[in-house]
């Protein structure tokens, strides 16, 4: 995941201009067009905006489900047909944006992030939804197709999802896109504890890239479901009748994911934090303890150069009694060494009493 | 405990399946049945969820009481029979909910966390209930059965709770779920004082695991346990009447005792922290000093050993009274010796007067 | 001070018991009756429980002034006589509490901590106080009597005590329970300026204890303080007219102390952090100055001491120019000290100017 | 960018005195004086004061764009015209003022902070904007000109800028404003990524220099920023309808904007501080791996130098069999060498199982 | 600065006491009594708290500067004649105060904080206003006349001052005491880019002492000022009309500062805190830097070392071949010395290969 990933025009463009995706040709996106009323399915996995212009005039409720990079000119004829606000059209171009909803007079406007796991890398896109008196259009450019259980639910008619309005819909779509975060976060979160295992028990440096790869990750996860949270609330305290009261209730179930998928990402990055700390200290707790020991080592063996030093002396006054006398001992040779075994053994008793060793 | 403790659905999912809890067989839970009246008590510890039918067109105060892990097929009966909504059904057996509360049109549901300390260990399980007009459903699946107390209080008479209605009957499990946590708090203040002292008089390595250890313990214990003072000033704040003015008294009791517990949790948090430092610098204050002293004796030793090398030196011309004469005065052998002793004691004395030593 | 001061029951017991307190004799406690008008004044210094019945008939003011751990038995009395709730009752022994304000139907009952510095060591008792229409019950269980000064202020008539209701009292009371921590922050400031001095001039291992004890003391001194200011708060915002309108101008007074001494403490935490930092920093620098000086030593002998190796070799081919011409020479050995001499000068040239020296 | 940027008068000077521009030549400055109609466009690209007297008889919608320090003379001509408060132009000239918003009687007055990139650097300009009822006035200081795109589109008619009212000239302007900022971050990022990499895989002392550097930027960029937020909502909310309902909209837009903008800066921010974390933990990782090598190289022949030492020593006893006998073996040296081999071997192959190499 | 400036009473002293300021004799404070209407302007340098009482029967506005520690009993004098507070003059004399804002029936009192810069020491000393319908009375402590340019104003009539009325001199004296922290701030933010420079270039143990210094005034400076925001917005907010309209937009810019203050404040916290982290790293990078030179010194050393101990050994047996042939060789010194050369440049070659030079 990059830091900067807003798309934006250069300052001073006019407002509501699509250029950034004007030359996206139409094949990176599938229109998906679904009529539905309590009894009927309809739909056109291929369909073109000149079909959904067809479907407003039918008495059905119609789901537009936009997968890929949409071009400018079928997102232009969309708008024309549908009625959209021309500064929201431009966020559904401009990836990147901030989750957010805007009440528009005659549609609500959603923004919403979508986490996914490919390949064992976090990756994030943008998903945008229209919801109107009888239509919802919903924009994703994520890898896989993650509405497609919903469009399954609906073909098969299992639960209240056909027999209500859009904006049961829009629940069952809203519902979808934040419960892809708990896989995403459930992996984060065996991640942190396979690290915490290896910070305390064997600590590498790749221990530190992770470290700071998860921390980075839940950084950006963050800040792109951070305000999430403000969204769904204010469609949960919605007054404007958008959303039904029954609906509003299934709402508040999906706020409170919001508010644990918070808490998860706040207790994730303070877990990683204590794994950092937890880190460094068990580093240089070894390095401390690696010198500790050469330097113990080394600390043996000084006094004993010293001392067989002393007898590579070459003083040799031939009528002197102090010339070295010790080296012309019977015993001189076996002495010192007998010496040096004793030397070693106290100060190993010293180090090991002062708990040095 | 793990970081990552909610159960979930895969994303899209129909809302209200029960489908996780599938699998359990009707051993895993016990049903208590409890049909009070302020002079009669009738308790089935044993009951199925067919007698709690025959309960519920009684004309006493029920109080369901299921212990263990429910199975989908009992959940459902219960549901129909008491009217419960499938949301919060739902909720029952994902455990590792975040505590909240829901007002449903004939039922209140309640989500906490229930912690307690088997074996020294932590674990915290979760406690559903639901409270009706004249009925109370507890969930929970904890090792111990920590609504025994308010049973015998039932069964017994004693204070009020048998006069009172059955939002007096939530207040008493509420605040034996609350009050759970003084005890576990209690030990983590004795072991935190433990580390305490261990930190400042003779770190070890498990000192950091331990830390390590409590600020986790800590850290889920809040995730867990923050909510709930939100829940129980939701229920103080109610204007629905389902808690009586009296009762809202207790409750108040009740928020108080989560105040105090949020502010322990947070006490005992910079408690770890604090300890942390000082055991970072205390380790790091040991090993200088090891080093310090290790570095002091190979320094004194480095100069002598240089001594004694030049003495070992074969310089020889024979004519020339530059060669080494000291190797061939009389006292030239014991003059080394005084010099280096003299050496080795302006050394320490510099050492000394520099606070080094 | 203890980090989990709470006395509490076993979850489960009935709400409002008082057993903790079940085995304290007469002796622990003191009862202080006080009965008093504008012009009247008549204190009992070891009042009982009955006593206190006699002067609710009377139609005076009356200040029950109880200090120590009070018996459960004259604690049931009182609160009968004057009709106080169990639970505030049950939170009078229960201590440890945490500072909070109770409106009863026809008392105020308020909890409050109260610093004490005794022999240098802060301690933290709680106050509790009972606000009625014409009594004020206060207990304590401070070493010292705080109310002394208070009642020599009533007893001599001095201000305006006497002449108003007993909420002034009570006024009174509290402002002598906040003005306490003055005197326990004051010496925290002290010991905090002594202790910045020590960590900047010449930091010992009983610094880091120092810093991390009065750390503690600020962390728990926090705890109990910080919910005071609430309580006035909440006092001055009375509605219900148990405060009258003059004294709260009075209390405001007290709220500016309560804010000030959370201002203070706040200090002092920040100032306690900086010297952490401060101390840390020099500990290392002093240690690598060590270090470093040592390891010059070091290094200057080594390559002498290879140098004098050197010359200590026993390369002795009879015929050979090449086998240690030096040896031989006639100021050899001068020109090998007048070598090393100017090599220890060049290192220690060098060393001065990397500024290593 | 200096910490402290703001200009201000000694205290206790006049509120309202413009001294500090009082020695600005007419060159400094260049009026742009633009009166535009829904048909007519007139530009004056080096007006004068006087000129602007003239367009504010003449019914046309009227925008004077002033680039540059504007002298003390020329500012209080156009407050005298236009009506300006004298505290509002006060701080026109006093640079560095916080963003902000104030409501006059008959005009808007806005500071805005303008952020450039020239040449790497980040710098940060000042930008007044005067709303009235038909014009809107517009100071900057900027290196650029950063409201030539607006100019031309209302040239050009491009959009809805010219059929609007001086509310949407004054969204268009600052939108511009807003938008600077996502080139300037956009290039933090890329630097922020850049050092990322370099702090993971060859940390260099200039890396320290490059993570302070930026984040002072980010610190001093979020000061200047900050309160935009605050401004353009206030705009939103304002009820006095100096911005029509359909600008709101515009407005709303670019309130998202600055959202993003401070979501932005905090992601940098913490991800600054998390590279700090790594540089330095590889950093002392990198110095504790070349310690260790060392440390352990000096540790192999330490004994060595030990063991030749002892062989050259000269005890010589001549009738002793004790007196260095090994010396006189036929196999004595090449026995030595193979025990020293032996030696470090042993050690080396102790080190590795110890994970110390 | 001290952490503990406030003064207080021995808790349980009666409410409104000055018996702090008891001593103060007459010569310590200076009465400044001003006399003025829109055309008239009398200024009596040493007044008497008699003379005072004069101006009060006068048709004229009063102010009342009071500079320096004002005795008890002028205090008391002050306070009959005009009405104050007894607990607003017993905060007057208790210097330390937080700054505040409290509203009495007949006048407001403020306390602000007013900061200097004397002698390159930063101090803050306490102002305390009195606000009356015709009267203005100001205590300071400060070493300079703070309102010396204010009474210039006063005197030549320049501005508004005379002609407003005393809220607006209320306005113009927080005016001046609010500014007075712009050059104190600019003062710190140079020293701060000076210790910034210090840091990264040569830190020195001083530095760390300066880092010290400068964020314990900015944390007192803090502590002192960041009140003054909320007692500016409290009279900008005043319903009671003791502010005119007018003025209120002038204390809106007052606002303005104190919020920049902060702001300024809350960067050169940050902005230490950044500094701090390079110095220490800076400081551990070059400790670092000298111990991985010297290691790499004697690592150099020992193998050398080792070798010519190799050959000071006396192994001599006299028919063996294997007794040290290497000391009998032609050319065995100089090949020793070509081998120790090229190990040396191996040696070198490998660490630079490394980095480790």
Not at 47 to 74: E, P, Y
Not at 351 to 357: I, S
């Amino acid at each position: 995941m990059r830091i900067f990933t807003k798309r934006y025009h250069p300052p001073g463009t006019l407002p509501g201009s699509l250029s950034v995706a004007d030359d996206i040709s139409e094949d990176e996106f599938t229109i998906r067009l679904i009529d539905y009323t309590a009894d009927s399915y309809v739909e056109n996995d291929s369909a073109s905006a000149a079909d959904c212009r067809a479907s407003l005039s039918r008495d059905t409720r119609t789901w537009v489900d936009i997968q890929g990079t949409v071009s400018a000119g079928t997102l232009t004829q969309l708008g024309e047909m549908f009625g959209l606000h021309s500064l929201a059209m431009e966020d559904v171009v401009s990836t990147g944006q901030r989750p957010k909803m805007e009440m528009h007079s005659d549609h609500l406007f959603i923004i919403m992030s979508l986490p996914e796991l490919t390949d064992d890398e976090i990756g994030v896109s943008q998903a945008s939804l229209f919801l109107g008196k009888d239509f919802l259009i919903t924009f994703n450019d994520a890898r896989s197709d993650p509405f497609k259980p919903l469009r399954q639910r609906l073909h098969r008619a299992i639960g209240r999802t056909r027999s209500r309005n859009v904006d049961y819909l829009l629940y069952a779509a809203l519902d979808i896109i934040i419960d892809q975060c708990f896989p995403v976060l459930e992996g984060v979160g065996e991640r942190i504890e396979a690290l915490e295992g290896e910070a305390l028990a064997h600590p590498r440096p790749d221990t530190l890239q992770e470290i700071h790869s998860i921390k980075r990750e839940l950084l950006l996860l963050r800040r792109m479901l951070w305000p999430q949270r403000e969204v769904i609330n204010a469609l949960v305290r919605d007054e404007d009748n958008w959303i039904a009261q029954e609906t509003k209730i299934y709402l508040r179930d999906c706020y409170d994911h919001t508010v644990q998928i918070m808490d998860l990402i706040e207790t994730c990055r303070e877990m990683v934090a204590g794994i950092l700390d937890i880190y460094l200290s068990n580093i240089s707790y070894r390095m401390n303890d690696i010198m500790r020991v050469l330097t113990i080592i080394a600390t043996i063996f000084i006094p004993l150069t010293f001392l067989v030093g002393v007898y590579g002396m070459n003083f040799s006054h031939p009528q002197s009694p102090w010339a070295m006398p010790e080296l012309h001992w019977y015993f001189g040779y076996p002495l010192l060494w007998l010496f040096m075994i004793v030397l070693v053994g106290v100060m190993l008793w010293i180090f090991r009493r002062r708990k040095w060793l």
